[in-house]
């Protein structure tokens, strides 16, 4: 697929997505030093990222650093950036011009969760699985 047949396809997703007013950056994920999101876009420009408790829960997993990432929400103010809520899957990464979400899988139970942590059912480190826009769930 395309890149623009893959716009075409996020375009495409729900439409409350699109309504007036949201925005969306692309950039290379950094954490500073307090562990907190920061995406360098192409331009060099250092955006801080913000959102709802779970956004935030993936934005500072570090096993996403130095991914590129599409986060959609809206500039909330100088350098910073409001993701939209975690519900809508407004972050995604980007990889070879293709978007993925972001899950977590527990190997032992078989169970896919949202946010990063312990497997709700063993209690094991889940691990990061990046899906394809367009898969099955
Ligand atoms: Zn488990």
């Not at 907190?36 to 192409?42: A, F, G, N, Q």
Request: hydrophobic share 35%.
């Amino acid at each position: 697929m395309n890149r623009r047949r893959w716009f075409q396809a996020v375009w495409a997703l729900p439409a409350g997505l699109f309504a007036v007013g949201v925005e969306r950056v692309r950039g290379i994920l950094e954490h500073d030093a307090e562990g907190e999101p920061v995406l360098r876009t192409r331009q060099g420009e250092r955006i801080r990222l913000e959102g709802d408790d779970d956004t935030m829960k993936v934005l500072r997993d570090k096993r996403l650093a130095a991914r590129e990432l599409e986060v959609r929400g809206a500039g909330s103010g100088r350098g910073r950036f409001r993701a939209g809520p975690f519900y809508e899957e407004n972050v995604l990464v980007i990889e070879a011009g293709k978007g993925y979400l972001v899950t977590y899988w527990c190997d032992v139970c078989s169970i896919r969760s949202y946010t990063p942590g312990l497997c709700v059912c063993c209690y094991q480190e889940t691990q990061l699985d990046l899906r394809p826009l367009d898969s099955p769930p």
